[in-house]
């Protein structure tokens, strides 16, 4: 049973146009939502994370909108350039339960120049 | 500071072998993590360890032991590899902050 739900799967945008991957979880005890950024031959490296108590964190391009009442969490990725073509992962942990994360399936995106 | 280094970086194994994987990490942090990696699924924790000398299993942790010896290392053994256990297995750490990834191991199990 997949905690994390994540679509899609793969994604193709232009350049400049906006990437947008969707997460939602079941557990209600989850309260740390980061993203992971993947290129290949490489590990995941943390790209933006969110806490429950707020709704939405910008980081340069990058933006996390947070629903709790939905229990879902969307990365939005604005001006999207071809350097951004990697493999997206959301996650979610529980702080109490020693920070083990909970990944979703990926969306593999590809910017075209 | 090198961060967290897997070895090896590429391994084929024939079913029933064993062999262990070795992650490091120079960070001084407490908690460490192996997962695996298959298409489709993203990474699933095969175990992790809150510190020197614990272990615990995570979601995936049949055919797989770990030990933390050291507070640095890591690892993960597969006594007796199975097909279904091809894969790319990455290793992690951190402590309060955020989970720092190795580059990964690929292994494929003929």
């Known amino acids: 049973q997949q905690q994390v739900k994540q679509s899609p799967q793969s994604l193709i945008v232009q350049k400049g146009g906006i990437s947008i991957i969707n997460c939602a979880y079941e557990n209600t005890a989850f309260d740390y939502f980061p993203w992971y950024q993947q290129f290949p031959g490489k590990g995941p490296a943390l790209l933006i994370a969110?806490?429950?108590?707020?709704s939405e964190k910008k980081e340069g391009r990058f933006t996390i909108s947070f629903n709790k009442s939905a229990k879902q969490f969307s990365l939005h990725i604005m001006d999207s350039q071809p350097g951004d073509s990697a493999t997206y992962f959301c996650?979610?942990?529980?702080?109490?339960?020693?920070?083990?994360?909970?990944f979703g399936g990926g969306t593999r995106v590809l910017v075209k120049p | 500071n090198a961060g967290v280094t897997q070895t090896p970086k590429f391994r084929v194994l024939k079913t029933g072998q064993s062999m262990t994987l070795l992650c490091a990490q120079d960070?001084?942090?407490?908690?460490m993590y192996w997962y695996r990696q298959d298409p489709g699924m993203g990474l699933r924790l095969i175990h992790y360890s809150v510190g020197e000398g614990t272990t615990a299993k995570g979601e995936v942790p049949d055919g797989y032991n770990v030990s933390r010896l050291k507070k640095q290392n890591f690892l993960l053994g597969l006594e007796s590899a199975a097909p279904s256990q091809t894969s790319v297995y990455f290793c992690a750490s951190n402590y309060q902050g955020p989970q720092h990834f190795g580059p990964g191991t690929r292994l494929l199990v003929l």
């Open positions: 969110i806490r429950p108590d707020v």
């Open positions: 960070m001084n942090h407490e908690y």
């Open positions: 996650a979610a942990s529980r702080q109490a339960a020693g920070n083990k994360l909970t």
